[in-house]
């Protein structure tokens, strides 16, 4: 009896335990998500200039903070192109002149999941005749507007309730966001194959993270506008995960060319493998499909001679 009694006190001790630890992991839970996530809200509300970035501007009210849901709240219409990109954070506030308070400048802080997504965003907005800025890792100018991107964020600074705002007070505020960015200035690694690539128009070149050309078998990639024997062209490459992935966005858009009824030309190997073409939507074409990647030549008279530049961006992908 004595060992029955004993036995039923070790058990009902141990279910106690049992349930104390179990209390204890729920409320360390609920206690240390939101400090996570609060710290994550800090940092990036912490970018934005609490006391102006310039004399007589001055912040109103506070920092706003959006997320994936709630992103349309400020930027209805635009949402839609960011959430491909990674996008995680919005840190917006609105700063005005103690001197004109009808005249406001509003600063947009978003944070992406990588410098690759940043870029991207970033390249979605850049015109090639843009004045450039020296913020970041690069950054562009007008009267009415600045943006930038660095490190995994894109900053985009407008002028409200004027037509336009003189530059130098863009660029004060640019570089008071840039200090308080984390450091890292450069440009994404996939980017090198066109950079400093002869032929290759300034500022032309942006990452799509999705449906390259339009089209849904050519996953994320970089395309830029080109001259080539005098001709304006347009280059590309589509980055996969694996050969056999790339292989088949190849086979996938042969498919696609073979059903539109165009006349194709295929060569190669196992390894390596290329086609000529009429494509409807971009004249003639001469994409190759080499491991991973994707690589292609677009609105050419002639598809044939978008080879030597494919062959050169290929060399240029196998020494990155």
Known sequence: ????????????????????????????????????????????????????????????????????????????????????????????????????????????????????????????YRKADAAGVVIGAEGFVSSSQLMFYQDRYFVRIQVTGAASLEQDLFVACGRTVSRNLPTNAGSPRELEVLTGMPGVVTKSERYLAQSLLGYAFFNRGMITDFMLGGERVQVFVVFENSTEAARKAFDDYRSY????????????????????????????????????????????????????????????????
């Open 1 to 124: 009896m004595h060992d029955h009694r004993q036995r039923v006190r070790t058990l009902s001790l141990w279910r106690s335990a049992v349930i104390a630890s179990a209390v204890l992991c729920v409320f360390v839970l609920t206690i240390s998500t939101p400090v996570h996530v609060f710290a994550a809200e800090d940092s990036i509300k912490n970018i934005l200039p609490a006391s102006g970035f310039a004399s007589n501007w001055v912040i109103q009210d506070r920092v706003t903070l959006y997320n994936s849901d709630t992103l349309f709240d400020h930027i209805n219409g635009e949402a839609e192109l960011y959430f491909p990109y990674g996008f995680d954070m919005l840190a917006t506030a609105t700063y005005l002149n103690k001197k004109d308070p009808e005249v406001w400048v509003v600063v947009d802080v978003y944070r992406m999941d990588s410098l690759l997504n940043a870029f991207g965003i970033y390249s979605n």
């Open 257 to 320: 060319l073979k059903t539109e009824g165009q006349e194709i030309n295929v060569i190669g190997t196992t390894d390596r493998i290329s086609l000529t073409a009429v494509d409807p939507l971009y004249r003639g074409v001469f994409v190759e499909q080499s491991g991973p990647y994707l690589i292609g030549a677009i609105r050419m008279k002639e598809a044939s001679i978008g080879k030597p530049i494919v062959e050169q961006m290929r060399e240029r992908l196998l020494k990155r």
